[in-house]
């Protein structure tokens, strides 16, 4: 149970911050 909850909470995290990166490049963008 806690390999996998190690296992589950960085993919989340992982997920989080890409859609974070692509949710800020792509309002840079539209600001252009």
Do not use: A
């Amino acid at each position: 149970m806690s390999k996998l909850n190690r296992n589950v909470i960085p993919l989340r995290l992982v997920k989080m911050s890409y859609l974070w990166k692509f949710m800020n490049y792509g309002l840079i963008v539209f600001v252009r």
